[in-house]
């Protein structure tokens, strides 16, 4: 490891973004729109992280060791109003996966996540949301023969494994569907066009 101090950071940023997350999930806020602190704290992270990459490229397994690099994916996963961040982000990840300095799982989650963002179906089938029936569902993907065979050849499970995973995952931390589905698309929406996704 090159970086030990950049990566004590990193990790820093991670443990911050976790423990909000959960501090949310014990309130029962996670689920209900963005909350106004995650927002804040992700735009903070993502700015901090730039700053890191400006300084020493994309973070990879060698620079900073394996967990800095687990965390410096999910810091980018979560920058999520940060839309040119999360694409120069893609970009870099690639290549340091090309170079097994990094994990292909965690590329194939951003390029989803970039992919659900700018209204294009997903290749991996990883990002999943409320539909209109209150069910967590795997976002729109392409061709489900095809997402399972990429979810296989990087490792993952299938797409209908993946969703009865999920469902429980959200009914453990007590997440519930939108009241108002129709209202948190348009929300969404939105969102996505004044931050830059669309």
Known sequence: MQHKEIANNIINLKNADLKLRNKLIQNGQLG??????????????????????????????????????????????????????????????????????????????????????????????????????GELSPQPFD???????????????TIEEQTVIIRRQAKEENQSPPTNFEKRKKEMDEWRIAVGWK
């Open 143 to 157: 061709d489900l023969t095809k997402v399972n065979q990429r979810r296989k050849s990087i490792g993952l499970n």
């Open 32 to 133: 209900h729109g963005y909350n106004e602190e995650m927002q804040q704290l992700h735009h903070k992270n993502a700015d901090t992280l730039n700053d890191i990459i400006d300084r020493i490229g994309y973070p990879t397994i060698d620079k900073v060791g394996e967990e800095a690099n687990e965390a410096t994916w999910l810091i980018i996963q979560h920058s999520i109003g940060r839309p040119h961040f999360m694409k120069k982000c893609a970009k870099l990840l690639e290549n340091a996966v090309n170079e097994n300095k990094a994990n292909r799982i965690n590329l194939a989650y951003l390029i989803d996540r970039i992919a659900v963002f700018e209204g294009k179906p997903q290749r991996y089938g990883t990002q999943f949301d409320w539909n209109e029936n």
